[in-house]
C-alpha cells in the first residue's frame, strides 16, 4: 500500500513537471512564431515598398527615355536644317564667285573699250576717270571757253567713234555761297556745268545713250577751298566711265 501511494505521488510529480516544462515550450514556440510573422511582414513590407520604388524608377525612366529620344529628335531635325542652311549658303557663295567673274570680265573688257577708243582711265581716290582736257571755270560760271570747246570736240569724236563707250560727266564747285534769294546755288551750278558739257557733246554728234551728267556741288573738293589756287581747281566738270552693270547687280 505504501508503495502503491509512492508511485502515485511520483506520478502526479512527474505528470505536473511534464505540464510545466510543455507550457514553456509552448511559450517560447509561440513568441518564437510571432517574431518570425513579424519579420516575414517587416520583408513583405520592404518587398512591397521596392517593388512600388521599382515601379516608380521605370516609370521616371521610361518618361527620361522618350524626353530625350525627342531632344535627340529634335536635334537631327536641327541638323538637317543647318544642313540645309549650309547647301543653300554654299550655292549662294558659288552664284557670287560666278557674279564677280563676270564683273572681273565686263570690267576689263571696259578698260579694253577706252583703251582701244584712245582714252586712258585713270584711278583717282578709289575712283575711276577719263582722262581728258581738264574743263575748269570762272567762279560762277558755267560758260566754256575756246580751248574746253576744242578738247570736248575731240572728245566728241572719240565718242562717235566708239559707240559702246559711254562717260558720266560731273559738275563740281567751290564753297563760295550764292546771296539768299538768288535763285542759284552750289548744288544748281554744279549740274549747269555738266550739263554744259553734254549738250555741246550732243550738238556735235555724240549718241544721247553714251552721256549722262550729274551735280556734286561743293561736296568733293580736289584743292583747298581756303586758297585762291584750290578753289580755282575745284570749279571743275570731270569725266568718268558709265558703264552699265546693271545686269551684274540684279538678284536672281
Same mark, same amino acid.
Given at each position: 500500500m505504501r508503495l @502503491? *501511494?509512492?508511485? #502515485? @505521488?511520483? +506520478?502526479? &510529480?512527474? %505528470?505536473?513537471?511534464? $505540464?510545466?516544462?510543455?507550457?514553456?515550450?509552448?511559450d517560447e514556440l509561440k513568441a518564437s512564431k510571432e517574431a518570425v510573422d513579424r519579420a516575414l511582414a517587416e520583408t513583405q513590407a520592404r518587398v512591397k515598398a521596392l517593388e512600388t520604388q521599382n515601379a516608380e524608377l521605370a516609370s521616371t525612366l521610361e518618361a527620361e527615355k522618350t524626353r530625350l529620344n525627342g531632344e535627340i529628335a529634335a536635334i537631327r531635325k536641327d541638323l538637317d536644317a543647318t544642313k540645309g542652311e549650309l547647301n543653300?549658303?554654299?550655292?549662294? #557663295?558659288?552664284?557670287t564667285e560666278a557674279e564677280l567673274a563676270k564683273l572681273r570680265a565686263e570690267i576689263d573688257g571696259i578698260f579694253k573699250t577706252y583703251k582701244d577708243s584712245g582714252l586712258s582711265l585713270e584711278q583717282r581716290g578709289g575712283r575711276l576717270y577719263v582722262v581728258t582736257a581738264p574743263v575748269n571755270y570762272a567762279s560762277g560760271s558755267a560758260s566754256l571757253n575756246r580751248s574746253? =570747246?576744242? *578738247? #570736248? !570736240?575731240?572728245? *566728241?569724236? +572719240? #565718242?562717235? /567713234?566708239?559707240? %559702246?563707250?559711254? @562717260?558720266l560727266v560731273e559738275g563740281h564747285t567751290d564753297n563760295k555761297q550764292y546771296a539768299a534769294g538768288s535763285g542759284m546755288d552750289n548744288w544748281q551750278l554744279s549740274v549747269n556745268r555738266a550739263m554744259g558739257v553734254v549738250r555741246y557733246l550732243l550738238r556735235k554728234g555724240v549718241k544721247p545713250d553714251q552721256v &549722262? $551728267?550729274?551735280?556734286?556741288?561743293?561736296? /568733293?573738293?580736289? %584743292? !583747298?577751298?581756303?586758297?585762291?589756287? %584750290? =578753289? *580755282?581747281?575745284? =570749279? =571743275? +566738270?570731270?569725266? &568718268?566711265? !558709265?558703264?552699265?552693270l546693271g545686269s551684274l547687280m540684279q538678284q536672281k
Open positions: @502503491i *501511494a509512492k508511485l #502515485l @505521488i511520483l +506520478t502526479l &510529480a512527474f %505528470g505536473s513537471l511534464t $505540464a510545466c516544462v510543455s507550457k514553456k515550450k509552448f543653300q549658303v554654299q550655292s549662294k #557663295l558659288s552664284m574746253q =570747246r576744242k *578738247a #570736248l !570736240d575731240e572728245l *566728241a569724236m +572719240t #565718242l562717235k /567713234n566708239n559707240p %559702246g563707250v559711254k @562717260i &549722262a $551728267a550729274v551735280g556734286r556741288g561743293e561736296n /568733293n573738293p580736289e %584743292g !583747298d577751298n581756303s586758297t585762291k589756287e %584750290g =578753289r *580755282a581747281k575745284n =570749279r =571743275r +566738270t570731270v569725266v &568718268a566711265p !558709265d558703264p552699265n
